[in-house]
């Protein structure tokens, strides 16, 4: 039974890690660069919610249609406005100025609107299925957050792999990644559906954000920490993948509660990073990494 509840919870930590690999992953896809602002849109999206009903007396569903319009449309005036020139100008951007910069420097901004506006403690949206924990079996439970926050990462990953995968507006996607000039010949807008896919999968952070805090809270320079764990699981799908990017978000948060449950909880995660790293440096290509550096 023990190990049961210790995949369970690893599901749930997984999903976490799934979400924003996923989200780093499809936007990669489509314009080579390396969101490292997804966390930070999660976090807004938790904090804003939390300050609108707790604080301001909002009702709940008005407050998250508020927090997420003004993310939509804070990703939207991004793109116009900062990876438009970077992009879309006189001389392209390339290399790691593009892959890296202007997402870091955007999470960086967005933590300090978020100091400003919430401060340093710990915030959680409201439950949105509030309750006591699901009993499975006679020793086997699950929070209802925790149901939300997995069937969030998996519906997201399938939807952004089958979409890929099977649509015609999915595979113009994915080329205009893969060869940027050659899909600007034959027509497709690069320019709209790296606009869409940034704006979609900042929308789907705030989302799960919000989904997600009433389980772990979050406070304004949790969105870094949580960047990070998504690009993690994402360069295991080879940073262009969504549904191996779900999968390996999924594992990696399986393992986590494994070795915490069995090996040590105080060193866990050290043991975890070194299972990765040795991975990495035995089967790079199997890994995914190999793909994700040789393009």
């Given amino acids: 039974m023990k190990l049961a509840n ?57 407050a998250i249609a508020a927090t997420l319009a003004l993310v939509g449309l804070f990703a939207y005036g991004y793109d116009r406005i900062v990876l438009r020139l970077a992009q879309d100008g006189r001389r392209r951007q390339e290399g790691i100025v593009i892959t890296f910069f202007f997402t870091f420097a955007l999470s960086f901004f967005i933590d300090g609107i978020a100091k400003i506006l919430y401060g340093t403690n710990v915030h959680a949206a409201p439950a949105l299925w509030g309750g006591n924990s699901l009993s499975i079996v006679s020793g086997l439970s699950i929070e209802r957050a925790g149901v939300l926050v997995l069937g969030c990462a998996v519906i997201s990953g399938l939807m952004f792999a089958l979409y890929i995968r099977y649509t015609l507006s999915g595979k113009a996607m994915a080329a205009s990644g893969e060869n940027y000039l050659g899909a600007r010949i034959v027509g497709i807008n690069t320019r709209q559906y790296r606009r869409i896919i940034f704006v979609v999968t900042a929308l789907l952070a705030a989302v799960f954000g919000i989904v997600e805090s009433p389980i772990t809270g979050y406070t304004y320079l949790s969105g870094a920490t949580i960047s990070v764990t998504g690009f993690l699981a994402a360069a295991y ?47 790079p290509r199997a890994m995914g990494f190999e793909s994700a550096v040789g393009g």
């Fill in 6 to 62: 210790l995949i369970i919870a690893g599901l749930v930590t997984g999903s976490i890690y799934a979400v924003f690999a996923v989200c780093v992953a499809v936007w990669y896809r489509v314009s080579n660069i390396l969101n490292l602002a997804v966390g930070d849109f999660a976090m807004f999206g938790a904090l804003a919610v939390d300050d609108l009903v707790r604080v301001r007396n909002w009702p709940l569903p008005a």
């Fill in 237 to 283: 799908g080879g940073f262009q993948r969504p549904g191996r990017a779900l999968a390996a978000g999924l594992a990696i948060g399986i393992l986590e509660a494994l070795l915490g449950g069995y090996v040590s909880a105080q060193y866990g995660d050290t043991l975890m990073y070194a299972i990765l790293a040795a991975l990495v440096l035995a089967r």
